[in-house]
């Protein structure tokens, strides 16, 4: 009979970033391969693992690739003694922490798979999930907030024609249109991390045909350059700067600003990008306030998000994008980010605390997102308990 080791909390991460525990391959022997550009992730997600085994969680760390049920994997790393271990026995938690999106159609049957059962709990609520997840559904609720989007349907020159022709009436009526340029920004509709962006000169379809035929799996929207260089600038660096609330709890937790590299409009980390960690009280009033609002929107206390904002240089506010996978990630050359990654990842473990072990009292400071004084130290595992499968 095939034993089920139950965990309080499984974190899925995609394949496409991630190794299986099931992989037999020689040098697999952490999550994320060593020698690439995401090698230390390996020491942030140790440092997940560990926090959640101070708050007496069992965790585990497994891939999209390895999911076999509701809940369930088929492989699954632990962290112990500061050493990744493979697992390749089934793993089963009602609490699912996901950082992985379904831009394939398997990742889509495997995240439809895991989440197939009414008694698994995401962390985040799926109409938060499901709405950032779409670009073009993004601008659709938050149309108001947000710089002028259209899907591109495929790429056929008279599609593609067609969607600019589109975009350029929905600017030409826009209140504040003189913020955009009259280039054009293509994006991956379902992407993240500043990856399958370009920049068009008006009148280059053709350059935007052949971009999107160098990568026929992917939906793209458009949308107009807008012109923030100069709009907002930390300490008068002259760059493209993107602010970031991070909440949960329906309330701001964490803010910081992306500053593009010099001649760049991405202001991504994964592109070059500079992160500086700005105490909210010292971040623009009116973006706060606008940010708050939209939040009030959503109305999903529940999730853990992030909200993007440029201010163009005429000093209007846009929403860039939202996401519920901000990244825990840490830059490790700097000290600064990597407590306030650290933090943001306590933040995290407090509320899977909350979600494993609802009976569990917390005090009245606990529920207010305060955190801690830690360490990275070695930390005691609770107890597995095992089930039939």
Known sequence: MIKTTVFDVLIVYSDGLSSSASSLSEGVSEPFAKGSDIESYNIVYGYFLKRCQRNKLTVAFTTSSDIIGPGKCKSYWLFEKNTWIKVRKTGYSTVIFDKFSPVTKLARIKRDLLFSSSAIKPFNHPDIFNLFFDKQKAYTKLSKFSIPTVTIENSTSNNIRRA?????????????????????????????????????????????????????????????????????????????????????????????????????????????????????????????????????????????????????NNGNIYLLEGNTGPGLDWNLSMKENEIEAQKLIEIIVKQLTKLAKPTVKTTKKEDQFVIPHSSIDEYSTAPIMQISA
């Open 164 to 312: 600019c022709k589109k975009l350029q009436a929905i600017v030409a009526k826009h209140i504040h249109k003189s913020d955009f340029s009259d280039e054009i920004v293509m994006k991956d509709r379902f992407g993240a991390g500043g990856l399958n962006v370009y920049k068009f000169k008006k009148g280059q379809e053709k350059n935007m045909k052949d971009s999107m035929e160098k990568n026929i799996d992917i939906s793209y929207i458009i949308q107009p350059f807008a012109k923030f260089d100069k709009g907002f600038r930390y300490r008068n660096i002259p760059v493209s700067t993107d602010i970031r609330f991070i909440y949960l709890g329906g309330k701001i937790i964490q803010t910081y600003l992306r500053m593009a590299k010099t001649g760049e409009f991405r202001c991504n980390e994964h592109q070059g990008g500079l992160l500086k960690y700005i105490p909210k009280n010292d971040m623009p009033l009116d973006v706060v306030s606008v940010s708050n609002k939209i939040a009030k929107i959503l109305d999903k206390k529940c999730s853990l998000y992030a909200l993007d904002f440029i201010i163009s």
